[in-house]
């Protein structure tokens, strides 16, 4: 199918018509192709899911169907103040559309908006720090096992372990000898899986975002505030630690997540405190003890354990992250592990700041 075709055909199942009509590329996500598409009538965000991360995109629109009208009790209430992303129904009242040898859904376009893949400044980052915390605590009394898993053991470092150890057995591309220094860096740290496994039952477990990368926030083009949490396809049960470690690995790097000015990849210290300022506040009434202390497991759990799935994904052959050139993944693995070097190298002073708030 042409590209103009998919547009005109999303176009009349989501009630746009089909006159005056462009679609196109935008973000940056590794997954799902998103596009905005554009009418008179109103612009939607359409998505072409990815149905080999995600296998059943009916448990995902079912899932963020039920997140979408918590928030929406949140906000009626006074308790939640940053938009919500809807899925928009179909002219029939679906929410997924088979189209281009895909499946596609709509979500509400939030207009003024922008996002970064790079936090600019402190403020920024304890603003989206700040919204990302409130949109945890607003989710903390949902009931979370009403969520389908829908990629069992999301964050589990003991299961990504074993694939990187099956793919490295494999080596089905014949690839590990380009990156055998980065394999066994990995082997190295597996020590992290018994810290990890240490803290069941002492930190709980609670309705967590999974990927709070810094684009996945919409900012106020005039404000610069934030206006919406996106992205909630990996809502699941969880650890804070997690969403928290997320949040240092993408918002304290001045370079991108693939770029190779490795030299350049460290983590700044004062965007770190931002981070730290700016979710805890919200969380203030709510965090335990144990889970703040956990938050120097999750800064190192979250920046190595995407390196490592980066790095199995390059051995494997790039079925899983897109790519835009070869050794893209073996790229974003190097940056990540000197992100993880970094923060080692810098325990002392990031445990200090964790430890003044
Ligand atoms: P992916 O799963 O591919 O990461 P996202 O849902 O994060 O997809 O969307 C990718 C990008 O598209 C975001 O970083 C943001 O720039 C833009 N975007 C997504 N949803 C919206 C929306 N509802 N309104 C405005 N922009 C959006
Ligand atoms: C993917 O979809 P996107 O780009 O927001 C991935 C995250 C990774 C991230 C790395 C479902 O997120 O887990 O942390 O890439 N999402 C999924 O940038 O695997
Ligand atoms: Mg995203």
Known sequence: MKSNSIAVYLSESFGLGSEKISMKPIGSGHINSTMLLTAPKKSLVVQKLNTEVFPEPDMLVKNARLIERHLTKKRQLGEYDLAIIRHVPTVENNYLVDCDNGVWRALEFIGGSYSEDVVLNTSQAQTAANAFGQFAVALEDFDAKQLHHVI??????????????????????QRLASCQADVDF??????????????TGIVPVRPCHNDTKINNMLFCNTSNDAKAVIDLDTCMPGYWLYDFGDMVRTFCSPEQEDSTDLANVCVREEIFAAV???YVEPLKDLITEQEKQSFWLGTKVMTFMIGLRFLTDYIDGDHYFSIK????????????????????????TLKAILRDV
Request: hydrophobic share 45%.
């Open 276 to 278: 730290v300022k700016g």
């Open 186 to 199: 990995c082997f190295a740290q597996f020590g992290l899986i018994d810290e990890l496994k240490a803290l």
């Open 325 to 348: 050139h070869a050794n893209h993944n073996l790229e974003r693995a190097q940056n990540q592990f000197a992100l993880y070097r970094d923060i080692l190298a810098k325990k002392t």
């Open 152 to 173: 069992p053991d999301f964050h589990n470092l003991a299961m990504r372990a074993e694939k990187l150890k099956a793919v490295v057995a494999k080596d089905p591309q």
